[in-house]
């Protein structure tokens, strides 16, 4: 079955600073990966996706993620942070169960952006 | 606007007293679900529905019912809401649940914070 592990349920970087969001996932057969964000008393939102076409994509508010099917991974990144990137980020997985494609959740992780 | 609405945004509410928070979408969706968010917890399935009259449980479905008679509208039912419900709600919905569809990932409305007291 599949499954998302996000490392780390907060993460603190100063403004300026790189991103580094972490998650990691377990599938059996080639994944479709997504990142969404949560900005605060929102709903959530698509970010980017990683559907098998190139390693590295590139999402909304130049944010990318890159992945490694080596390490079973799909970090997020972001080269300096801004203010307006605090908000919680949320890691998924496509999985196929009761005959119908779904969405498995990470737990979340929190970024806090420090003046 | 293409958006999934969800009613009320806050809720406070006391143990047993039956509610019912409405999830509408404009999209002509099939596929709608339910999440539960809590901290630490990340998102966990409620129940979902690939089309009218078509539900099935998700991850934590004791507790809550919901109905779907029209294609737009995805009501979420708590008969007797009790302490351990009090959490923030998200409905989503999608094309129907097929590799292409999901591409394009789900869209969410804007949550329900329910306290139950």
């Known amino acids: 079955a599949q499954s998302v592990t996000q490392l780390g349920s907060h993460v603190s970087v100063s403004e300026g600073a790189l991103v580094l969001l972490r998650c990691n996932y377990s599938s059996s057969v080639p994944p479709y990966l997504f990142w969404y964000v949560q900005y605060p008393n929102q709903g959530l939102q698509l970010l980017l996706k990683?559907?098998?076409?190139a390693t590295l994509v590139k999402g909304i508010n130049g944010f990318e993620a890159e992945f490694k099917k080596s390490e079973t991974s799909f970090h997020l990144t972001k080269p300096s942070a801004h203010m307006s990137d605090a908000a919680e980020y949320f890691c998924?997985?496509?999985?196929?169960?009761?005959?119908?494609?779904?969405?498995?959740w990470g737990a979340g992780t929190k970024l806090i952006i420090k003046p | 606007e293409a958006q999934v609405t969800q009613n009320p945004r806050y809720l406070i509410t006391v143990t047993g007293k039956k509610l019912t928070v409405t999830c509408s979408q404009n999209?002509?969706?099939?596929?709608m679900s339910w999440y539960r968010q809590d901290p630490g917890l990340g998102l966990r399935q409620i129940y979902y529905s690939m089309n009218v009259e078509a539900t099935d449980k998700g991850d934590v479905p004791e507790g809550y019912k919901v109905s779907r008679k029209e294609k737009r509208n995805f009501p979420l039912i708590l008969e007797s809401p009790s302490p351990n419900q009090t959490s923030l709600y998200f409905c989503?919905?999608?094309?129907?649940?097929?590799?292409?569809?999901?591409?394009?990932?789900?869209?969410f409305g804007s949550g329900t914070r329910l306290t139950v007291v």
């Open positions: 999209m002509n969706h099939e596929y």
């Open positions: 998924a997985v496509r999985t196929f169960m009761d005959s119908n494609y779904q969405l498995i």
């Open positions: 990683y559907t098998s076409a």
């Open positions: 989503a919905s999608s094309h129907y649940g097929t590799k292409t569809s999901l591409d394009y990932g789900y869209t």
